[in-house]
Every structure is written in structure tokens, then in C-alpha cells.
């Protein structure tokens, strides 16, 4: 069974229970692209949108009472996860998400009619003159980026914070056992796991920090701008009521634009957000980078650190296990980096006063914030509060380390202490028999200096 919509272009079939109408039945036909559709959480950040207006129209007195009841019992009803298959835009469309602006307008239409006693198809809710009331594609659209990118930038960063806190435990468990630092990939002075550790931890917060700062900017909503920032077609008092029902709603501190043509024209924002998720990401890669080098072996490689066996990890070795978790953790943040790659690149394909390419900006962020904030969360679970050391090994390969002498350079000379840690390297005794041998330091004060506690601590050891 199938009914017949007509629109500007002439006539359209569609199934005849469908909640979608005549746009989105275009756009499905147009665009068989990716097969990917609308992440459910951007459905919900766009029928918070549309709640908010029609609640906004109702305050105002331009949208009839019942009407702002229905759309809102529709809103609810996406923002709850049913009728998600209503949904059917390809991600990748008509440029500025007037395809998904439509798809959701007729889908709440639709059934905001069926509310009030009608049928789908019926109009007895208009999509464009009720449910799309004083907006425009071009400001609706990035309202519910907006609004997307805060919603799941708050779990995510409560995940991305819980990776940290799991690294500040590992630190504390870890603090008293001491390994070889590298740089260069070569011996270092010693480093404790739990410094090494807090590092991690710290560099997990400061990514968070900065992509905070990013986030205030994202809080500046669209809504009354319309189709170039004039705001044709909205009401006074409209934007600001709109971006109040949804800092109440939701508990953020949305508020209307400084700029209205600034914040039409302009991907600058997201930008800005974006590089936050990059900065996280490429800390995220590097972390679980070392976390892979320092667990590999065991026997033929570093073998410092036993990450949690989560799967076996060949089809035809038996037995090997493989550091899985910092895998994929490599995996998430290589698609975050080439994601901001994608929406820098878009933002510059802004042309005038409106950016078309928002749909692949939204997709793109979208995806970014909830594999990272996945991630993270098993990043956290499933490797990092597993982890353990061998003491032994690292110890073992400490006091063979190549990088003793640094100790003893304060005392000796710089040039005498390289000569004695080459000594030490090639006839494999300790940097401490040959000074206190040559009569360079006393015993009592070769053992005070060389103390690897104290060679981890600020200041001249010994």
C-alpha cells in the first residue's frame, strides 16, 4: 500500500503508514550513498530542537495551543528512541541538512497529527508552517549540531575523565616501583611507573581542560538567524525563549548568538571543538602506543608491563595474547584525527553567508564524540585498571641501564662520567664499582649518589 504526496515538484509515493513525507522520500531516492543514517543521538538533539521552538511559538501566542502540545508529544516521542525508523536521509545529502530538516519536520508533522486524531499524510500538522514555525534549514541545522555536540560531549568528557582517575590509581599502585626512563627509544635516567603513570593522567585532564574551553562557544544557538543571520520570519522574543526552554530542559547554558551572521557564515566553532577531540585523541594514541611497546614481548621485547588478556590474539599461534584494547584506542583516534581533517577542510568550503557542507561536519563530530567517549570507557575497564608490573624485570633492566652515570656527572665532570658509563657498556660492570675503583668517589658516597629512589626526585643526587 502506498499514498501519493505531492510537493513543489509534482507527485511522490511512499509507503502509506509512513511518518516521513514527500522531501524525505526524494532525499531517500537521491541519495543512496552510504547506507548510514542519523546517529539516534542527533535525533534527539534535533527534536529537542523542535520541541523548544514550538514551546517558544506557544509563549509568543504564534503557534495555537494545541498544536504546540502535539509537536511536543511528537518531539518526545524521537527524543525516547521510538519511531527511529522513520529516519531514512543518507548522512551524506543535499548540502546544509535541508533533507534531515525536512525529514524530521514531516515525521513530527505526521505524528503530531495522528495525536490530534488525523492520519499521516493529512497536513492536518503542517511540517513547514507549523513544526518548521520561523526557522530555516540554515538555522536549524547547526542548532542541532550544537546541541548533538553538547549533549554527548558531557558523557563523553565523564568518560574520558574516568580514563584519567584509572591512570591516577595505576600511578598510585605503581609509585614505589622503579623502571628505566627512555627517550629516543634509549636508556634514560630511572623514572617510577607512578610518574610515568601521572603523566598520563595529567595529559588525559588537559585535554579535557582545553576542549572545555571550546565547548562555551558551542552554547551560542542559531535559532532565529533563519536563512542568511537576518532573521526573517522569526518573531522577537523567539530565539531567546527557544534557547531558555532548552537550557532548562537540558541543563546547559544555551544562549542566543553575539553574532547572528557571524554564527550563520561560520564552521569556526566547530573547528575550534574539534581540535579538542584531536588533542584527546593523539594523547589517547600515544598513551596506549606505550602501552603497547612497554607490554610487547613478552620475551623478545620490553615485557615491563602484563596488560589484562581480553582475547586470544592469533588464528595460528597458540597462546599469543595481543595488547587489543591500545589497538583499537590507535584505530579510534586515527578516525578522530582524519575526522578534524575532514571538518577544518569543510569549514573552508564556507561560501558567503551559509556553509553547505554541514551534514559531514555534524556526521563527522558526531562520531568522533561517541567512539572516543566508547573508548575511553573501555580503554579505562578493560586494559588500564587491569594492568600490573614486573618489578623484577624492570628492575633488573635498570641496573643495566646505560644511563647511571648521569648520577656522578655533577661530581666527576661531564666528559669523566661518559667515559665510565662507555666503560660500564662494554665490559658490563656497574657505573658505582668503577668509580669507587679508579678512587674517583668514596663507597658511602658512590651508594648515596647512585640511590635510584633518589635519582627519580628533583635536585643533586647524593
Known amino acids: 500500500m502506498s499514498r501519493i504526496e505531492r510537493d513543489a515538484l509534482g507527485d511522490v509515493a511512499l509507503p502509506a503508514g509512513a511518518l516521513w513525507g514527500a522531501h524525505a522520500q526524494r532525499s531517500h531516492d537521491n541519495f543512496p550513498i552510504s547506507g548510514r543514517l542519523p546517529r539516534p543521538a542527533f535525533l534527539a538533539a534535533a527534536a529537542h530542537v523542535k520541541r523548544a521552538a514550538a514551546i517558544a511559538h506557544g509563549q509568543t501566542g504564534r503557534l495555537a495551543p494545541e498544536k504546540v502540545d502535539a509537536i511536543v508529544w511528537a518531539a518526545d516521542e524521537v527524543i525516547a528512541g521510538r519511531h527511529l525508523d522513520q529516519f531514512i536521509v543518507d548522512v551524506y545529502q543535499a548540502g546544509a541538512g535541508t533533507s534531515f530538516n525536512m525529514n524530521m519536520n514531516e515525521v513530527l508533522a505526521n505524528l503530531a497529527g495522528v495525536h490530534l486524531g488525523g492520519s499521516p499524510g493529512d497536513h492536518s500538522v503542517s511540517a513547514h508552517d507549523d513544526v518548521n514555525m520561523g526557522q530555516s534549514t540554515n538555522d536549524m541545522f547547526p542548532t542541532i549540531m550544537r546541541v548533538a555536540v553538547a549533549l554527548l560531549w558531557r558523557g563523553t568528557r565523564v568518560k574520558a575523565l574516568g580514563l584519567a582517575d584509572g591512570f591516577a590509581e595505576l600511578a598510585r599502585r605503581t609509585d614505589g616501583i622503579l623502571k ?28 579535557v581542560a582545553q576542549t572545555d574551553t571550546a565547548i562555551a562557544y558551542i552554547y551560542e544557538l542559531n535559532m532565529g538567524a533563519t536563512a542568511n543571520g537576518t532573521g526573517l520570519n522569526a518573531e522577537p522574543g523567539y530565539p531567546e525563549k527557544a534557547a531558555e526552554v532548552l537550557g532548562q530542559t537540558l541543563g546547559l547554558p544555551f544562549r542566543p548568538p553575539r553574532n547572528r551572521f557571524r554564527i550563520t557564515q561560520s564552521m569556526g566553532d566547530f573547528v575550534f571543538f574539534a581540535s579538542g577531540l584531536q588533542v584527546l585523541a593523539i594523547e589517547l594514541s600515544r598513551i596506549a602506543s606505550d602501552l603497547r611497546l612497554l607490554s610487547s614481548g613478552p620475551h623478545a621485547g620490553f615485557g615491563e608491563l602484563q596488560l ?35 571538518i577544518a577542510t569543510a569549514a573552508q568550503y564556507g561560501q558567503l553567508e551559509l556553509n553547505v557542507m554541514m551534514p559531514v561536519v555534524a556526521d563527522r563530530l558526531v562520531e568522533s564524540l561517541i567512539i572516543l567517549g566508547n573508548a575511553c570507557e573501555v580503554f579505562e575497564t578493560r586494559c588500564v585498571a587491569g594492568i600490573t608490573v614486573d618489578a623484577e624485570r624492570s628492575l633488573r ?46 663507597a658511602e658516597q658512590a651508594d648515596r649518589i647512585l640511590d635510584l629512589r633518589t635519582m627519580t626526585e628533583p635536585g643533586v643526587a647524593g
Do not use: C, W
Open 180 to 207: 628505566t626512563g627512555r627517550t629516543h627509544l634509549q636508556d634514560a635516567v630511572p623514572i617510577r611507573y607512578g610518574q610515568e603513570f601521572s603523566g598520563y593522567a595529567d595529559s588525559i585532564r588537559q585535554a
Open 308 to 342: 589484562p588478556a581480553v582475547q586470544p590474539g592469533s588464528s595460528i599461534m597458540p597462546g599469543k595474547v595481543n595488547p587489543s584494547i591500545p589497538e583499537m584506542v590507535n584505530m579510534v583516534a586515527l578516525d578522530v584525527i582524519g575526522a578534524h581533517a575532514t
Open 397 to 442: 633492566l635498570l641496573e643495566g641501564s646505560g644511563a647511571l652515570a648521569t648520577a656522578v656527572a655533577p661530581y666527576v665532570g661531564y666528559a669523566k662520567a661518559a667515559e665510565l658509563q662507555q666503560e660500564a657498556n662494554r665490559t658490563g660492570r656497574t657505573v658505582r664499582d668503577l668509580v669507587v675503583e679508579q678512587g674517583l668517589l668514596p
